[in-house]
């Protein structure tokens, strides 16, 4: 789970336009690229369609090399709860082992701690939490059903 990077709010906007500021800008290819020094590449990028969230998810793609109209835009998971995130992450393709779901807070780190007991963190902006489960099947996936294997954000060096 990857929350967008850090937004812009010195333009009059709707929230969902927002887009990333410069700190934004620097953090997404950085982050990016700690992932993929990690060697977790996802199968599928899947991304709130909010501007933010998709450019953050651009970045990840580019580094990735991930052809950008592979991103998968979600509408329910701009403003989702925790039992929206769920349901949506039930869907996701048995053939898929690897998603990385762009989204924003509170939703991704309330959803990130229902799944993981260890996780009890905020995820700041263009942070990274990458769970594990121990199961192929993403119908199955539940609370309390995760393990943390790594988390990570821009100010963690």
């Known amino acids: ?10 333009f009059n906007l709707p929230d969902f ?11 997404a290819p950085m982050m990016a690229e700690r992932l993929r ?10 991304s709130s369609p909010a501007k933010r969230a998709l450019t953050t998810a651009q970045f990840f793609a ?7 109209n592979q991103i998968q835009l979600e509408e329910h998971i701009y403003e989702a709860d925790v039992h929206t995130l769920l349901k949506l992450i039930n869907t996701f393709d048995n053939h898929t082992s690897t998603v990385a779901l762009f989204g924003h807070n ?12 260890e996780f009890h963190d905020q995820l700041p902006t263009c942070a990274m939490v990458h769970l594990a489960f121990e199961t192929d099947n993403w119908a199955e996936i539940s609370g309390d059903s995760a393990h943390l294997k790594w988390f990570t954000y821009p100010k963690l060096v």
């Not at 336009?17 to 953090?27: D, F, I, M």
């Open 106 to 117: 509170p939703g991704i780190s309330l959803l990130a701690a229902y799944l993981c007991p």
């Open 17 to 27: 336009e927002r887009p990333l500021n410069a700190r934004g800008l620097r953090n």
């Open 1 to 10: 789970m990857i929350r967008h990077a850090k937004s812009d709010w010195t």
């Open 62 to 68: 580019q580094t990735l090399k991930i052809p950008a």
């Open 37 to 46: 020094q990690y060697k977790t590449t996802p199968d599928v990028l899947v």
